[in-house]
């Protein structure tokens, strides 16, 4: 519900501030007072182009501010603040501001915080819904009627939409295992042919560096052959370095005990020995590591250079080549096997398709039979608003399969026929200005649909009646901001009188300078402006005595 509304330098607006309240508010005011510029204002805050037209002369920048009571806005404003991630604390007010400036640029904020224009659009019709001489939205919009129709039905969409959703799940399913046995069995024989070379190959994970280090090694050895035959030289045969220290080690021991020095020096000479004993032992070792072996190099040499050929013909790397091999094998079996899992999808989508054309047309039933009662609920109203001779036709037509959708298989619009033998046409194409004004109002007393938007605006839908029609609107007006809000702009003292809220708006001069401004009316101040619709420029006791007879009436 719309609380508030904050006007800056807007055409003749200077500085404005409104409030609103829930029910019927009605707005008057001589013609060319400045009420479109109300509707222009808030149009520009819930985010219309910016028209650099709409600032005001001598002025750098234009602000508009709307005020919405958050907990009473409908559900979708949640969801759509929730995916914008602007969530706002139940009790907070839903604060809209649009800046724009004399050069056309323009900024948009909710809740201080910025945000793009077309978030402000998306909202739109879910805040204010507005129905004037050239509306173009809310119910002549056929976008929205399936919805209002299935609304005013009662049925489940929910469930449709779960059915459609499983079936267009099932038929993508099917469609991928298709494509994929397809293609499988395009490439079955170069499968089979590259299997066969993989498997021969037999590559295993880490058999690369596992050679690669054996062949870096034996290249060492190679390298390293004659240092070694000549250290292993050294310490081989009777003659060799470690023999002798042996020898010394034997000859000493025997006269150790003849003094201290000798059995230290025995101490030294038989640890180096062990030393001795085992580098000869790391030398026998490191030979048998760096052996070098020409035919096992060539083999080695070889197996990396097919792992590696391999690899590259597959894209891939030598570790990678299992899996390959893997996948090749799950390729071929779905070829193998792919006619009995095509079969199971198969028998699985036709029942998801079952399942949702039986709640497809099962809503569709309920539509139709809903249609007859709006056509009679609306066809009831329109004679109270002089449109007796008019018709109301709610189409529901049958859409193409490749149309249907998660909303079901009809195609909804509300058609209508203004005079006796005329065709039906979509509403917007046939009514005038007022005719569909009063269209549209007779539309909503039908459907007192809930759910729609919050705050519902009627520009001027009284125009070119009177008497008993505009009581008749008056009376439905009221109606219809019972449990909600409804701001209408009027010319007609009836609808006038029956508002729970009265502002007046009026445009003063002060020398060169004109300014439009809008001010809540008590009761006395009712009484007059009424009066003033009823009798004209000058107001006369009888326009006063029939003004209080309007205001006593409701």
Known sequence: MLTGLSIRNVVLIDALD?????????????????????????????????????VRAGTDQASVTATFEF??????????????????????????????????????????????????????????????????????????????????????????????????????????????????AAEQD???????????????????????????????????????????????????????????ARRLDRIATEHPLLAEALGSLDRAVIEAGEAEDKLARAADALNHDPQELDRIETRLFELRAAARKHSCTVDDLPHRMHTMREQLDAIEHGEA????????????????????????TARTEAAQRLDAAVAGELAPLKLDAARFRTSVTPLAEDRWGPEGIDAVEFLIATNPGADFAPLNKIASGGELSRFILALKVALAEQGGAATVIFDEIDRGVGGAVASAIGERLARLAADGQ???????????????????????????????????????????????????????????????RLLERV
């Open 18 to 54: 409104l409030a609103f309240a829930g029910g019927l508010g009605v707005l008057t005011g001589e013609t060319g007072a400045g009420k479109s510029i109300l509707l222009d204002a808030l149009g520009l805050v819930l985010g219309d182009r910016a028209d650099s037209g709409l």
């Open 71 to 184: 907990d009473a806005l409908p559900p979708p404003i949640r969801t759509i603040l929730h995916e914008a991630e602007l969530d706002v604390e139940p009790g907070e007010a839903l604060i809209v501001k649009r800046r724009l400036r004399a050069d056309g640029g323009s900024k948009a904020f909710l809740n201080d915080q910025p945000v793009g224009v077309a978030l402000l659009r998306e909202m739109a019709r879910h805040l204010v819904e507005l129905h004037g001489q050239h509306d173009d939205r809310g119910l002549v919009n056929p976008r929205g009627h399936r919805t209002l129709l299935d609304r005013y039905a009662g049925v489940d969409r929910a469930g449709l939409a779960a059915a459609w959703e499983r079936r267009r799940t099932t038929e993508i399913a099917l469609a991928e295992a298709r494509a994929a046995v397809q293609t499988a």
């Open 190 to 248: 170069l499968l089979l042919a590259f299997l066969a070379e993989l498997t021969a190959l037999a590559p295993q994970h880490g058999e690369e560096l596992e050679l690669a280090d054996a062949r870096a090694a034996m290249q060492k050895g190679e390298r390293l052959s004659g240092d070694l035959a000549q250290l292993q030289h050294l310490w081989a045969g009777s003659d060799s370095a470690l023999a002798s220290l042996r020898s010394a």
């Open 341 to 364: 899992h095509l079969g199971a999808l198969e028998a699985e989508a036709k029942i998801a398709a079952a399942a949702y054309r039986e709640k497809a047309e099962a809503l569709s």
């Open 486 to 548: 409804l701001l209408a702009v009027t010319h007609s003292p009836q609808v006038a009188a029956r508002g729970d809220l009265h502002y007046l708006i009026a445009k003063s001069s002060e020398d060169t300078v004109t300014r439009t401004g809008v001010v809540r009316l008590d009761d006395a101040g009712r009484r007059q402006e009424i009066a003033r619709m009823l009798s004209g420029a000058e107001v006369t006791p009888e326009a006063c005595a029939q003004a209080d």
